[in-house]
């Protein structure tokens, strides 16, 4: 079986640094990680989380209402 061969024109990246090649780009540029603090999943522990920040205001389309959930949501975000 021979490989099929693939070609990328385009790409983009979703991260707790932002959405989108710039907005990661500037992040590491600034040393940033993404990572933040989080006291309410601490549970006395310092807890740190990489929550994607446009993340918490989306939400999926009416049609897709069924499947709302965090990952759906990080899913779209990504495409």
């Not at 707790?16 to 006291?39: H, S, V």
């Amino acid at each position: 079986m021979t490989p099929t061969r693939l070609t990328l024109t385009a790409m983009s990246l979703t991260s707790a640094l932002g959405t989108g090649l710039e907005a990661t780009l500037d992040g590491l540029r600034a040393g940033r990680c993404g990572l933040r603090q989080d006291p309410a999943l601490s549970a006395g522990l310092p807890t740190w989380i990489g929550a994607v920040p446009e993340l918490e205001q989306m939400r999926l389309p009416a049609s897709l209402a069924p499947w709302e959930g965090r990952n759906n949501r990080l899913a779209l975000l990504a495409l």
